[in-house]
């Protein structure tokens, strides 16, 4: 079995997991993939699943931490071609099956980064977390403040953005509010307004609280002129 055959069942045994108790009975009636008892036997020698008298299936630590950073690198690949590329979710998926066999655990999680840690795939399946997301929730403490909370005036780098919204962190990111972008905080009555590179942009407080930045030490000029563009507000129905 080779290295992308094996990934293969590894992603299946993921998603059977997800959707019931596995056991070798689910494994055989799986119609993405063929488990024979031969590939099945295989999969239980190399320490990735146990097996068993009743039939019941599970994941070993091994395999466990396997399929998960398959499935992390897939959803992680979908994401990005959807938020970044502005592909449509169907279209994802045969990219992101190429791409979760070359992307390492390092480019996973600058991936991730850039996204803003998203939780879930454009199909809304879970994406299993990275030490990124650990790392970032534990740096919020400390170095990361909300938008919401910096003063008029000032000049902050985005670090992530942490929200459910599918659509409201593409948004963000079509108008240049992702991580590493430089913003400057124009007002915060009555509405939320800061400047991105060329455009204001006007927002609700609660997009603000998901907006997580860092005041910069030295990295990049902290005064840079005030320029009167186009505004553009974020609308839609409800709460984005």
């Not at 019931?20 to 999969?43: G, Q, W």
């Not at 809304?124 to 790392?135: A, F, M, S």
């Not at 913003?183 to 307004?193: A, L």
Request: proline share 5%.
């Amino acid at each position: 079995m080779d290295p992308k055959e094996l990934d293969e069942y590894m992603e299946a045994l993921w998603y059977i997991t997800e959707k019931e108790e596995p056991c070798v009975d689910n494994l055989k009636k799986y119609e993405r993939r063929a488990f024979t008892d031969e590939v099945i036997s295989r999969l239980e020698q190399a320490g990735y699943i146990k097996i068993a008298e009743s039939g019941a299936l599970a994941l070993t630590s091994d395999g466990y931490e396997k399929s998960r950073q398959i499935i992390r690198c897939h959803r992680l690949a979908e994401r990005l071609l959807a938020d970044v590329l502005g592909m449509k979710p169907k279209e994802t998926e045969e990219g992101a099956c190429d791409f979760e066999h070359v992307i390492v655990p390092e480019i996973a999680d600058s991936i991730c980064t850039l996204l803003g840690h998203p939780r879930e795939c454009p199909h809304g399946l879970k994406i299993p977390e990275g030490k990124c997301c650990r790392g970032a929730r534990e740096t919020v403490s400390s170095a990361i403040v909300s938008l919401d909370r910096v003063r008029i005036g000032d000049v902050v780098k985005v670090s992530y953005v942490s929200t459910p919204s599918n659509s409201r962190m593409h948004k963000l990111s079509h108008f240049g509010i992702i991580p590493g972008a430089s913003i400057r905080v124009h007002q915060r009555y009555p509405s939320f307004v800061v400047e991105c590179g060329n455009t204001q942009l006007a927002m609700e407080e609660e997009m603000a609280r998901e907006i997580f930045v860092m005041y910069p030490a030295d990295g990049f000029d902290s005064t840079p002129p005030v320029r009167r563009h186009k505004w553009r507000r974020f609308r839609g129905r409800g709460r984005l």
